[in-house]
């Protein structure tokens, strides 16, 4: 198991930028693929960004692509989501995800390990 640690959120301006961070603690970081996923209110939880283990392989959701970059320190065991362009409609609470292979995943359903989540509000 592994522990995942999600920080960075707040309250910015459409247009705006902030970068979230995930910290993991726990089975060894660079053997596993890890996620960014949303959960509006009301709405299901959505894939975001994913990244492969050594980084080299990323996928994006086509309403963040282009400016949403998803990056990850396996030295630091942390994952990077930064996130440029911002618009009201990406106000969601922004979750971390690991995934116990080393590939890519794109639903909840195929990520093991979960952070507590950090909220992103986008005021217009």
């Known amino acids: 198991q592994v522990q995942l640690v999600e920080s960075g959120g707040g309250l910015v301006q459409a247009g705006g930028s902030l970068r979230l961070s995930c910290a993991a603690s726990?089975?060894?970081?660079?053997?596993?693929?890890m996620g960014w996923f949303r959960q509006a209110p009301g709405m299901e939880r959505e894939f975001v960004a994913a990244?492969?283990?050594?980084?080299?392989?990323?996928a994006y959701a086509d309403s963040v692509k282009g400016r949403f970059s998803i990056s990850r320190d396996n030295a630091k065991k942390t994952v990077y989501l930064q996130m440029n362009s911002l618009k009201p409609e990406d106000t969601a609470v922004y979750y971390c995800?690991?995934?116990?292979?080393?590939?890519?995943?794109?639903?909840?359903?195929?990520?093991?390990?979960w952070g507590q989540g950090t909220q992103v509000t986008v005021s217009s």
């Open positions: 990244i492969n283990w050594r980084g080299v392989r990323l």
């Open positions: 995800a690991a995934r116990y292979v080393s590939d890519l995943g794109y639903v909840p359903d195929e990520y093991d390990d």
């Open positions: 726990g089975r060894t970081f660079s053997n596993y693929a």
